[in-house]
């Protein structure tokens, strides 16, 4: 798979941080350019929210974080880089002078995007000496949790550098989209500008507020958009006869004079002052970086609960990721267990507040979560992980035994241990302790069953030599250890 060995960064302000972000968590080695004296502390901020989503977003082990290096110089922060992405400010004069530097001192094989959000390409690339390597990659804000980056070309651009920038993006969980022709704003800021210019008339024109308006969206279609998009949601409300349905039906409403979007808003101080006193009244208790936390956090349970839409198999964002997650567990190097005489340690966790319920604790089915992605890291211990599932065997749980002891709170730290019970391989028998990890404490404990299974004949059998390679000496250092006093419980017996 293409992909990115090292990255540079010209421009570290709200998105060239969040592009160094991106990359050093995904492993890549980056240096980032910013001449403003602040450029450390801001990056710094933005990495720091990075990290805390990413812990949030996903269980998979990251890749080895990449090392992220300031540069005095232009010259210095491209000297090796393959991909290079340039977020100085908006100026058409800025950008092209920086690209044409950046042109001049990088390796000519490597690509060169701009984070533009709506300067044409071809504008930029103008006085380029290598200009069929520059594109725009226009992201979202913010680019470390957002997916979505717009690829568009300019006139000397190559088709084939897009194709490139596309596949190389991939393994960092972005996805590339390629934009046939270069139009100002491109696509994304086009639609957005469009809802932007008639939200302007309705609070000029008293119709609602602000937060009314923020209401209408994040309450309903915004939804819908975040995992389906425009079309397709229309698609449905056209029923069973699909969108050439709804085109009949709804079509004729575009000659309405419902909206004012061919009718450029005076933006004047008055409106100003009064969109930016409602906007004050909706979120001005808040700083940003909280507001920045509360938007990555429910960003991330977004794209979490998409990730088991469609019957486990993702929908939107979050099958893109889902197929990151797997590319992530595909290359993290294999658990090695060093002493079979002890209980393994499995897994680790941080108590998100998503986790938590109205009393602050962690909710009941978390702790049986923390158990469950345990179990899959010790089938991922002993071989048997995705590939072995599509090869089409796997290892069903059949019962567990769950014993809430202590209460867990929101921030902190658990990790957990397993001890192999008598168990032949098709039957995989566990105990599992979940600790805090500030003193040890057993918070949780787990008694597990999996049986080992044919998925296409849907009946037992014995696992695969491999497998009980890794398996047995689990087994046999285990039968040595004393059996945990809580096996074979039941629910309500007494302690």
Known sequence: MSRIHKAACIGGGVIGGAWAARFV???????????????????????????RAYDMLTTAPLSPRGKLTFARSIEEAVDGADWIQESVPERVDLKRNVLTQIDAAADPK????????????????????????????????????????????????????????????????????????????????????AVWREALWLIKDDICDTETLDDVIRYSFGMRWAQMGLFETYRIAGGEAGMRHFL???????????????????????????????????????????????????LVGIMQALKAGDAGRGWGAGKLLADFEQHLWKNAPPAVVTDTTKPV????????????DYNGHMTEYRYSQCFADSADA????????????????????VESHVRLLQECKSGDRLYVRAQILP?????????????????????????HLMLHVASKEGKTVPPGPDILARLEPLIAGHARLEQPE?????????R
């Open 25 to 51: 968590l995904a492993g890549i080695d980056t240096r980032l350019f910013d001449p403003h004296p602040d450029a450390e502390r801001i990056v710094g901020e933005v990495m720091a929210n990075a990290e």
């Open 110 to 193: 490597a690509l060169i995007a701009s984070s533009t959000s709506g300067i044409m390409p071809t504008d930029l690339q103008r006085d380029m000496k290598h200009p069929e390597r520059m594109f725009v990659a226009h992201p979202y804000n913010p680019v470390y949790l957002l997916p979505l980056a717009e690829l568009v070309g300019g006139a000397r651009t190559s088709r084939a550098t897009l194709e490139e920038a596309r596949d190389r993006l991939a393994p960092i969980g972005m996805k590339g989209v390629i934009i046939n022709k270069e139009i100002e704003a491109f696509v994304g800021d086009r639609l957005l500008e």
């Open 248 to 298: 009949a039906q709804f079509g004729p409403c575009l000659a309405w004079p419902w909206t004012k979007l061919t009718d450029v808003v005076d933006l004047n101080d008055e409106l100003v002052d009064k969109i930016a006193g409602q906007s004050d009244a909706q979120s001005g208790a808040r700083g940003i970086r909280e507001l920045e936390r509360i938007r990555d956090q429910n």
């Open 345 to 356: 340690r499995l897994a680790e966790f941080e108590v998100h507040p998503s986790w938590v």
């Open 378 to 397: 010790l089938l991922r211990m002993i071989g048997a992980d995705m590939d072995y599932v599509a090869a089409g065997h796997s290892f069903y749980t």
């Open 423 to 447: 168990s032949d391989g098709k039957k995989l028998h566990s105990f599992m302790w979940l600790h805090a990890a500030s003193n040890d404490a057993v918070v949780a404990t787990c008694e």
């Open 486 to 494: 809580a096996v074979g419980r039941y629910v309500g017996q007494r």
